[in-house]
Every structure is written in C-alpha cells, then in structure tokens.
C-alpha cells in the first residue's frame, strides 16, 4: 500500500508507480496535458492496479465521445480483473460501471460515498465536480465543495484545486465576489490552477466586464500553458472579452491562431469556436469559409449521442454551413434518443434538447418566428444541457436575435430581463445593443400606427 499526495491509501506496490500516480492527480486537478502519459506509465508499471483502470474509463467518458466507450468498457473489465480493490477504490469502479450504464449522476452519487469517508479526497473532490458540471448541477458543486472544505488543512496540497473548484462552483450560481475572492486564493496557492482562474473569467462574463476581463487574463498565460485542450478554452473566454469590446479583429485573431490552432474534433473545442462564430455572426461579422472545417467534424457526429450539450454545438456548425442533409441525420438521432429518455443522457435528449435542436434548424433556415418558439420553449432547462452559464449563452443570444427578428418584442424584453436577473442585475454590450433595437422598433412600430393626415 502506498499514500497518494492528497493522504489517501491505495494499492499500488512501487515506489516508481506511485510517483507517476501523483503526476496523475496532481495533473488531473491543473487540466494538464502531461496527465494520460502519467496514468499509461502507472498501468505499465502496475497493470493490476484497479483504481488506475478505473480512473482510465472516467477519462474517457469525460471526453464525452461515442467512441471512447468501448475503451471504457475494456478499462471496467480490467479493473474488475485486477487485484482486490480497496473499499474507496471500489467506489471509483462503481461509478464507471454506472457511468457505462447510462448514469453519470449515480457515478456522482459513489464519488460522494467516497467523500463521506475521506472529505480530503481531492480526486473524489474533482471527479464529482467535473461531473456536475456535465450534468448542469451548480448547485450540488457548490454543495459538494462546501461539504469538505473543513477538512482540507492549510497545507494540504489540493486546496488550492479545491478553492478554483470552489470558485467556479460560486460564480455559477450567482455568488460574484465570493467567486473572485476564492479564485484568486486558489492562483495564490497553485500558480498552475487554470480552473481557478478561468473562474474568474467567468465572473467578468457574468459581470458584463469585458475590459477588466482582458486586465485579469493579461500576463497571466503562464497559468494555461501547460493544459490540455483547456487551454483553448481560456483563449476562448479572452475572445469574448474582445467581442464584447467590440474588437472584432482581435476575436478573428484569436480564433485562428489559438482557438482553432489545432484542427480537433474534441466536443469542447468544437464548441468554443461554433458558439465564438455564431456570436460573431450574430454581430453581423462576415466569418469567412471558417464553418466549413467545423462543419465537416460535425457531420461525421450526427450518430453520436454521448452528450446533448455537445450535440447542440455540432448543430451550430451544421447549420452555419447549411449541411441541411447532417442537420435532418442529428434531429432526427435526437429525437430517437428522446423517445427512450430512459437514462441521464437520453432525458436531456428530450429535454431541453429536442427543443433547442429544433430551434436552432428554423433559425438557420431563416424562420425565426419558429425558431423562438423551439428556444423558448427549451430555454426554462437548458441548464440540465450541461457546460456553464457563459457556454450556454449562445443560445440565449440565439433565442433574443431570432425573437428580435421575428419582432416579437415584448417577449424577447422579458427574456432580456430575466438574463440580467440570473446576472445579478448585470448586462453586457450585447443586451444593451438589443435593448436599443428593441426601443428602436416600437418606436418604428408607434410611427406607423399615427394615422395619415
């Protein structure tokens, strides 16, 4: 038996292992990229290392890919082969098998189990949050955070992770100034939590400042650099800092060189640059031939079905490049898997999935009327599609322009109201636009109403 450096006992042998089980959690919590070769080193070490399996087959769901799951089937079976697990590393392998089986949100319930009897569990902690965070449950982070947060010493090595958890968990549901505080505590702790400061990002999203935004991230890249594909996602938050300044420049040079650097096919890239292209087009900016690579990966998605969430974006593409043919194949997977809505994934396939996938087609075929009926008719849980307040926003956008165009005015005022209450009275450059086309309509809308003389 060795102790991991969060204190928790497992039941690897070697003293070489056991490093490269650190270089595993520590990894884990910093979204490094270094973190596959550190657990593919620990399984060659110990292959019957039951917890490393395990831990193999979450990864691979977190991806959040069809095709990952037969990986993380084979990694069950390993783990169920390999030496007796202990109690807690048991609770890690129940939490893939429901995971396969079509609950993450029992997976979560087993990590919790796990934090029960060990609260300073940093990888029961991260693994919990990052599942919620999938399941669109801002609330139970904050809970789950808050639950083991006494437990963590001053010096225990994952507090710090634990603060940018904490953070983003705040920010979430609405709780601005404590979120800054923590995430800031965080960086002061571990100058690698990147979680922690896109934390803070997401507050001056949320805050609708933009300016200050830009001030944070600046000179701060040192924090990223070392992520896996999170990093493009902090670039990504830097983008709509742009935007919202209205440096459309900027953003277009962001997505090029940082964003969209590296041609993947990975949901969480594929949806920073649909929803970075959608918002931009929104804007009116003449996005280029830049749809169709995005278009091409996400035509080859239509089968998926691993996350609606991502679903959505790919739909975003399809629609963005008028691949009528793919955008029909995913509606119409979509509604198949809302019919069974027998599990977690299916259920938000019905809803708010079928909803918003029907609104986003009218809204690329120009029928705007229809397509805020659909996003209005999603738009009450859309939370339970998963991601963060400022992921989802895209679609809010989406809902307010197509309400606009479709001059329904008065509904999308309301709507425009309700944003800026879930922002804590806050709005940015984009609802002061629409606010202003809003008065500017009915004010067309009185003009014609006067009778001729």
Same mark, same amino acid.
């Given at each position: 038996?060795?102790?991991?450096? /969060? ?10 292992s056991?490093a490269?089980? &650190?270089?595993v959690?520590l ?10 070769? $550190? ?13 490393? $399996?395990a831990l193999?087959?979450?990864f691979?769901l977190?991806l959040? +890919? &069809? ?11 390993a ?26 949100s029992?997976?979560?319930q !087993? /990590?919790? @189990?796990?934090? +029960? #009897? $060990? ?14 965070f999938?399941?669109?449950d ?22 710090g992770?634990?603060?940018?958890c904490?953070?983003?968990?705040? !920010?979430e ?6 979120a ?18 896109? @934390? ?28 896996? &594909?999170? +990093?493009?996602?902090v ?13 459309t ?8 060189s ?7 096919? #990975?949901?969480?890239?594929?949806? &920073?640059?649909t ?10 900016v003449?996005?280029?031939?830049r ?5 091409? =990966?996400?035509?080859?998605?239509? !089968? ?5 969430f991502? #679903?959505l ?11 009528k ?11 198949r898997?809302?019919?069974?809505a027998?599990?977690d ?9 079928l909803? @918003?996938?029907?609104g986003?087609e009218a809204?690329?075929?120009g029928?705007?009327?229809?397509a /805020? ?19 989802r ?8 322009? @197509? ?5 329904? =005015?008065?509904?999308? !005022?309301?709507?425009l ?8 009275? $806050?709005?940015d450059?984009?609802a ?22």
């Amino acid at each position: 038996m060795k102790e991991d450096v /969060f204190g928790q006992m497992n039941s690897l042998h070697r003293a070489e292992s056991a490093a490269a089980w &650190n270089g595993v959690l520590l990894g884990f919590m910093a979204h490094a990229a270094s973190t596959p070769q $550190h657990l593919a080193r620990v399984l060659e070490l110990e292959p019957d290392f039951a917890l490393g $399996h395990a831990l193999k087959g979450l990864f691979m769901l977190l991806l959040g +890919r &069809n095709e990952m799951v037969p990986v993380a089937a084979d990694a069950l079976i390993a783990a169920d082969k390999a030496t007796p697990a202990t109690r807690r590393e048991r609770h890690f392998i129940e939490a893939l098998r429901h995971w396969l089986g079509g609950s993450p949100s029992l997976a979560v319930q !087993e /990590f919790e @189990a796990v934090l +029960r #009897d $060990h609260p300073e569990d940093s990888l029961a902690m991260k693994l919990s949050h990052a599942t919620r965070f999938m399941l669109g449950d801002a609330a139970g982070m904050r809970r789950s955070i808050e639950r083991v947060m006494p437990a963590y010493a001053p010096d225990h090595p994952g507090r710090g992770y634990l603060l940018g958890c904490h953070s983003f968990a705040l !920010e979430e549901t609405g709780a601005y100034e404590k979120a800054e505080i923590a995430g800031r505590q965080a960086l002061w702790m571990v100058s690698d939590d990147a979680w922690g400061l896109h @934390a803070i990002a997401h507050v001056h999203e949320m805050k609708g400042q933009s300016a200050q935004g830009l001030e944070w991230l600046a000179g701060r890249e040192a924090a990223w650099a070392h992520c896996n &594909n999170f +990093r493009y996602h902090v670039w990504w938050h830097k983008a709509l800092m742009h935007l919202d300044q209205g440096q459309t420049d900027q953003v277009i040079d962001l997505y090029d060189s940082a964003i969209r650097k590296e041609k993947t096919d #990975d949901y969480r890239d594929i949806s &920073n640059a649909t929803s970075l292209l959608s918002r931009l087009e929104l804007e009116g900016v003449n996005v280029g031939s830049r749809w169709e690579e995005l278009a091409d =990966l996400s035509a080859a998605r239509t !089968e998926d079905g691993s996350l609606i969430f991502a #679903d959505l974006h790919y739909l975003l593409a399809l629609t963005g490049d008028a691949r009528k043919d793919a955008t029909s194949r995913m509606l119409q997977r979509i509604k198949r898997d809302a019919d069974m809505a027998g599990c977690d994934i299916t259920r938000r396939m019905a809803n708010p999935g079928l909803d @918003a996938a029907l609104g986003l087609e009218a809204f690329g075929e120009g029928d705007h009327g229809r397509a /805020f009926d659909h996003l209005l008719a999603a738009r009450g849980s859309m939370q339970l599609a998963g991601g963060s307040h400022a992921q989802r926003d895209v679609f809010e956008r989406i809902t307010i322009d @197509a309400g606009l165009r479709a001059g329904r =005015l008065d509904a999308v !005022e309301r709507v425009l109201d309700d944003r800026r209450a879930k922002r804590g009275g $806050h709005e940015d450059n984009f609802a002061l636009a629409r606010r202003a086309l809003i008065e500017a309509g009915r004010g067309e809308r009185d003009i014609r109403s006067v009778p001729a003389e």
